[in-house]
């Protein structure tokens, strides 16, 4: 139902996109694990929101004008202190606003670091006209252009179906751990691609959904980014 209301209010302010602090509530409604996130307008209210979620925090460019954040300098990670965060704050909008002059800038999110050791990856699907939503899963982070490592299941799909599609990909192996490591907590991977195919086939407005990291360790997984394409 919160999910509805976010869909319908993006719509009907004419968005193509769904801002990620928007996105976030559709995933907490269909009970996806995020990480505690704020959304700071001043770099009092970044410390305010790093102090009551927890040193270290991310801190992300929020504008509804610029989707893929990292290509302004959007993003700072591991900021352990007051002092990091605010000169982060400043930083970021800054920059946002020299590269992107057009673009509005609500502030930042400031968000919960994900633990180290984490491995990234992507769930996402597109609708195609004929077959309907096409699920994606892939190796994220920096090695997914390189590697082109992705695995593809029309939707809808089940738990065979998730199980199959994380098999596919050639980095498997890298997710049951190389030396030693555990392997990757698999059924909270498998859960999150369940969800994306409800998701899916719930809100067909919805055109492409993509969780670009999604970042994952021997317990759990949690939805880093999110990208969500109204039709
Ligand atoms: P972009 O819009 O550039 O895709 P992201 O939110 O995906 O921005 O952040 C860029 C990168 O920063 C991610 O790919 C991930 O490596 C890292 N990152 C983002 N959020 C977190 C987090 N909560 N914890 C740890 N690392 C994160
Ligand atoms: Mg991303």
């Known amino acids: 139902q919160k999910a509805r209301l976010v869909i319908n209010e993006a719509r009907s302010k004419g968005a ?16 996806l694990p995020t990480p505690n996130t704020v959304l700071a307008r001043s770099s009092d209210e970044a410390v305010a929101g790093a102090e009551k979620i927890g040193y270290p925090v991310v801190l992300k460019i929020a504008s509804p004008q610029i989707s893929h954040k990292s290509d302004v300098g959007g993003v700072k990670v ?26 509005y800038i609500a502030g930042c999110l400031v968000q919960e670091m994900a ?25 994220g982070g920096i090695y997914v252009e390189v590697l082109k490592d992705i695995a593809f299941r029309l939707a809808p799909l089940g ?5 199959g599609i994380i098999r596919e990909i050639k980095s498997y192996m890298l997710l049951k751990g190389v030396r030693g490591e555990p392997p990757v907590n698999f059924q909270a991977i ?7 195919s409800e998701l899916a086939l719930d809100f067909p407005e919805i055109q492409e959904a993509e969780f670009n990291p999604v970042l994952v360790n021997a317990e759990k997984a949690v939805v880093a980014d999110v990208r969500i394409t109204l039709s």
């Open 190 to 196: 498998e859960d999150i691609l369940l969800t994306m």
């Open 78 to 103: 591991n900021l352990a202190d007051a002092e990091a965060v605010k000169n982060a704050f400043f930083d970021i909008t800054a920059r946002a606003q020299r590269m992107r002059p057009e673009a």
């Open 16 to 31: 193509t996109e769904v801002v990620e602090f928007q996105a976030q509530e559709v995933l907490r409604a269909y009970n």
């Open 115 to 139: 633990p180290k050791g984490c491995k990234e990856i992507i769930i996402g699907f597109k609708r195609d006209e004929q077959f309907g939503p096409l699920l994606m899963f892939g190796l």
């Open 159 to 163: 738990r065979d179906d998730a199980k």
